[in-house]
């Protein structure tokens, strides 16, 4: 008998139709013997709905505090309707809110971060033999205050209470039925993992894949939580996330190729190379709260650097003229911009034991034409960033090049 | 400086244009130096949105304890949303459920009573320069379960808050401008009341006039809170509902006329007149769960007694039929029913003290040629029961026979 976490998303329990069918496949694992505890979302629309409120109410500036209170009530819907669609099928189930099981967060409203968990009153109504549905997304402060630990946070709370129970499983259901060596929409011969690292999914998923959300991936790899991707309403395994502990033979070198299209890159040049002058240009950056993905800095030349970063697109037009002021500044030569970029990367623990990774990954570009603008490697994944017209074949030509294609089942006859 | 509880209902509240009218209203009481704790309702509409999901999932039997974690979320959305109101207007709030507060209940899911509150929370807030916001109608058990009042609950939350803080007053705005001396819609000439007693103001609520409800007053009584009830959206003093002592030296004989038209009067003839016959009679008919109003049984003839009673009148076939049964088997000669009739009450603690107060309604009464069935008396009323056609014209009557008609301002001038 094995104790097992689930989390359904907002679109699984997005009608009245859906809860019933959450229902029955829960319904299902219970005669399996197995203990159950659900976390779950608000209905699709409803967070957005409450939001439209706050916002109306507050000419669009929601007090964070409230916003929490207000926003919470979702998923408080969502619980007690599968409880109740539970109850009525004769499965012994009872609902509770982040606050009735403990979930204690900080007091960072509408981003809270989860502190500790208590176990107790969850595990005494499993002993009952009850399936106990928790509501995902929120928690509560020290002083009582409620608390949301931001968008996708349910996948957090499933993974923190798989992790506080010991469970032998976090199964996140969701609308697609696996994690893909990449996305299917660009390569049709895209294939399901049966499994995958955290430290892989955590590449993946930050590199485009929106499968997951980060943080409950961090969070399951440094409390060991298997984590399992499934579709909520199609059969299949889905995709096992693990340590890598268990890694066999035949383990492919490189596990999925990610891919981004929304971020522009700039670039700095001629900027004296003193000490301190990479932080001079990004200070400023940070400081008007634009992310930073990749930084490139090569060696200099007479004294003199090139600087290059990409943003998100949208924080674009602003990273610009803050460059254009740091550049007269500190004395450098220009400031250029492309927003017509995109980013590849080919992600896989196997690549930490095997030399000439990345010159397959550039003889794979070179032979389709496609030059290359940056580079960066981390351990496990290696970007490059090319002129966006060509992202689709880049990635077509490496999902094949790192023999991820699946197998032409027409050949096979 | 007084610390003043506010209740505001479902239509005060039903859309982010009230809210936002509400939050001004509040912001002047501020203004003037009082301190304001609010109560306020679900959105109107929304609690029965929430019922009526949790009935789709259950096959039209929700389950208590789920049902009270759904629908307690309505007044948690207005909550939020009115202390973001507020505090979008620069007036310091902070917003409340029922647990936070600590509104001890019992564990009768769907219709629990308040045992204890907390008021240390509040009086903080209060003393920082804040606004408390009360979720109304919800509390929460000794295990932690969330749990509401029923319907109206929040009248009795915003009393039960007062009394938790001693406050000076608790306002419960509404629809009307107060309590008057009987429904406008039947006597055009009928007054607002400046003020009324507890005691009065129950004999009117349980009569039918449905300003407030019922535990909410008792409540008040109970803990001497002064009550007024108010208009939402327009000025005016309302009407007070205090304890009697400060009677003025003209307080009407009688405060006011009320009326019920829902019920139903059933009559067992021929009873053998022996002890114990009376629960012999009620005792099958609460047994099956029928509320019954008026009793009335006068003194016997050769033995047998006749015995009357009023039920509401969607109970009426139920009672017949139980009746029936009820006279084979005790061996009364015959059962009677009416559904035609209509309840008509005079109240006033003014009454106590004046003789001759109950003859000057039955003249009234047979002034106009109406016929009285059935009487009834308590200390601060007597009732009538009387064929409902007549119902409009006996009320007219006794508003008029007991000088409660307004100037007519035409003679005025």
């Known amino acids: 008998m094995a104790l097992i976490v689930q989390k359904f998303g907002g679109t699984s329990v997005g009608s009245v139709e859906r809860i019933q069918q959450v229902a029955e496949k829960i319904k299902k694992f219970r005669e399996n013997g197995d203990d159950i505890v659900v ?3 608000a209905m699709s629309g409803e967070t957005n709905r409450l939001i439209d409120l706050a916002k109306q109410i507050t000419n669009g500036k929601p007090v ?3 916003l929490d209170m207000m926003v919470s009530t979702g998923e408080q819907v969502t619980i007690a309707l599968l409880a109740m669609a539970l ?3 004769g499965v012994p ?7 009735q099981v ?6 960072t409203h509408t981003k809270a971060r989860i502190l500790q968990i208590d176990a107790q009153k969850i595990g005494a109504e499993l002993k009952m033999g009850k399936v106990v549905v928790v509501a995902g997304f929120q928690g509560v402060d020290e002083h009582g205050n409620i608390t949301t630990l931001g968008r996708g946070g349910s996948d957090t709370t499933g993974v923190a209470l798989a ?7 976090c199964q996140i259901y969701t609308d697609v039925d696996g994690v893909y060596t990449t996305d299917p929409r660009v390569v049709p011969k895209a294939r399901r993992l049966e499994r995958i690292t955290f430290e892989e999914m955590l590449e993946m998923a930050s590199l485009g894949s929106k499968v997951l959300q980060i ?3 961090e969070f399951a790899g440094k409390y060991n939580v298997p984590l399992r991707v499934l579709h909520s309403f199609q059969e299949g395994p889905g995709t096992l996330i693990t340590l890598d502990e268990e890694e066999s033979m035949e383990q492919p070198i490189i596990s999925g190729i990610a891919f981004n299209r929304d971020e522009s890159k700039l670039t700095i040049r001629g900027v004296p190379d003193t000490p301190g002058v990479a932080f001079k240009i990004l200070g400023p950056i940070s400081a008007a709260n634009i992310e930073v993905d990749m930084i490139v800095q090569n060696v200099s030349h007479d004294n003199t650097t090139d600087f290059t970063f990409t943003v998100n697109n949208p924080d674009y037009e602003n990273a610009l003229g803050i460059l254009q002021g740091i550049a007269d500044e500190i004395g450098a030569r220009e ?3 492309n927003v017509s970029i995109a980013k590849v990367s080919i992600v896989g623990v196997g690549m930490r034991s095997h030399a000439g990774v990345a010159s397959r990954m550039f003889e794979a570009l070179a032979k389709e034409g496609i030059n290359i603008q940056m580079i960066s490697t981390s351990e496990i994944k290696v970007s490059v960033v090319v002129e966006e017209k060509y992202l689709e074949l880049a990635v077509r030509a490496l999902h094949t090049a790192f023999e991820l294609d699946a197998p032409d089942h027409r050949q096979d006859a």
Chains 1, 2 share one sequence.
């Not at 403990?102 to 007091?107: C, E, F, N, P, V």
Request: hydrophobic share 40%; charged share 30%.
């Open 87 to 89: 109850i009525t099928r």
């Open 64 to 66: 964070p505090r409230e």
């Open 215 to 217: 943080r409950s991936v």
């Open 93 to 99: 189930a009872v609902s509770f809110t982040g606050n």
């Open 102 to 107: 403990r979930i204690l967060t900080d007091s």
């Open 163 to 169: 992790a506080a129970l010991k469970a032998d499983e």
């Open 39 to 41: 976390v779950v979302s």
């Open 335 to 337: 400031v250029k911009g």
